[in-house]
Structure formats: structure tokens, C-alpha cells
């Protein structure tokens, strides 16, 4: 899909971090750019953002985690701005810290969010992007997707779900016209843990091997993939580079990371965390 000019995307967790850098990102190519999440003051911000620079944009709050609430606001895109040609499956949520400390809430939010949504987003949209020959789904995941990460177990099981549902859909879509790309950035500066209560302890070691990106750099990668119709896009280059290497060796690759000291989380190995509650990207 090299043309962006006047697609409809949609683009999930966009009041905030990589999916408002997305949005701006689509809506500077030329899409008109429905915004979906939670955070209504902060969408209508983005909304009239968007549009004072020219563009078009449709901002709807509602809780991502709920299919029927998630089908719905799918609905009122198309019967508003058109048939969706582009789908952004940003969302996500997750706590870090051993999974027996983990309420069951801060169980349950890391597959709400980002697996449900984007399944749910994906068996709505797809049926139309097929009958046209057209179309593009990025998800988005982190290492945790493709690294066996402990002390972040429903994350890292969430983020290899999004892993499974683009692979998955890429053999389904192939030939049909509709791309699918799966975008993995190492960690990015969006604040994260700044804006959330969440103790950064249990956070992975390893991760202080790559750079951060800032994310813009994941939204011009983003639309990049859409545009080349990439396949997979791992980001950056060290971290593609750990990613080749483990799944050709991915139980000798472990047993170097634990004795280089980085399998375990950044603070501790047994002190008990502080109190954290759920957050979301």
C-alpha cells in the first residue's frame, strides 16, 4: 500500500506514547485517522490536533478491553469516515513483578489488553479488507514476545500471542491483497513508568542492551512497513540482531544471557516489589 492518501486507519491506544506518534505519523501520509482508547480528554486533544494541521479524525473513548464496546466503536468508523483500510493494534497493559505477587486484575489486564482488542478488531475488519483486495494490519509487540521473559508472565504470554496472531494472519492473508505486519521495537521513551504506577525493579536486565527509541522512530517504521509491506520489522539493530540469534539457539542464548547477569530483573532477584497496579501502553 505505498499511497496512503485518503485511507481510513485505526489506530488502538492513541491517546498516548506509540499510538498518538502513529496517528500523527498516518495522518501526516495522508489517512484520515480514527483514534481509539480510553483517555477521552486526551483523544479530543489529538482529534483537534490532527485536524487544525489539516487532516481528518474521528475520536472515540472506550474501553478496548471490552469486545462488544471495541465492535461497536469499529461501527460508527465505518458508518462515519468509510470502510477501514488500515488497523494499528497498539493497545497493551501489563505489571512486572513475580506472576505469584500479581493480583488477579494485574493477571487478567495483560490478555485483555492488547490480545483481546486486537482479535476482536481484526475478525470485524477483515471480511471487508478481503472483499476489496485491500488492506493492512500492523501489531505491535515488544521482545517480550519473542524472549521467554520471567517475573512479567502474562505480558510476555500476551506479547507472544500478538506474535502468534500476526504469523498466523499473514499465512491466512497471503494473496488477498491485505498486508500484515508485525513491528517490534526494543524499549521506547513514551513514559511509561512515569505515568504509571509501576516499579521498573522486576523490569528485564537485558533490556538496558538496546538503545531507546523514541516514538516517532517506531511511527515512521510503522509506516514504512505498510508501505513496503514488510512482514516483521524488529528494531533496532541489536536487538534484531538477539532476536536472530536466539531462535537459531534460543536455549544456549538463555544460558548466556543468565551468566551475563541480564536474565533477571534490573534492581533484584527476591526483595519484594513495591505495590504496583496495572498499566497500559
Known sequence: MKDLTGRVAVVTGASAGIGRAIARELASAGCTVALLARGHDALDLLQRELTKAGATALAISCDLGDASAMRAALEKVEAELGPVDILINNVGA???????????????????????????????????MRARGVGHIVNLTSPAGIFPLPFMVPYTSARHAMVGLSESLYEELRGTGVGVSLVCPAQVNTGYFERNDADMGWYPKISSLFPVSEPEQVARRV??????????????????????????????SIRLFRMLGLW???DRLTAAPEKTSPIAD
Open 264 to 266: 533477571g530483573p534490573s
Open 223 to 252: 509506516v514504512t512497513a505498510i508501505r513496503k509491506n514488510e512482514r516483521e520489522v524488529v528494531f533496532p539493530a541489536l536487538l534484531w540482531a538477539a532476536v536472530a540469534t536466539f531462535r537459531k539457539m534460543p536455549r544456549l
Open 94 to 128: 501489563g505489571t512486572f513483578k513475580p506472576l505469584h505477587q500479581m493480583s488477579a486484575q494485574e493477571c487478567d489486564i495483560a490478555i485483555q489488553l492488547p490480545l483481546l482488542p486486537a482479535l476482536t478488531a481484526v475478525h470485524a475488519l477483515v471480511p471487508g
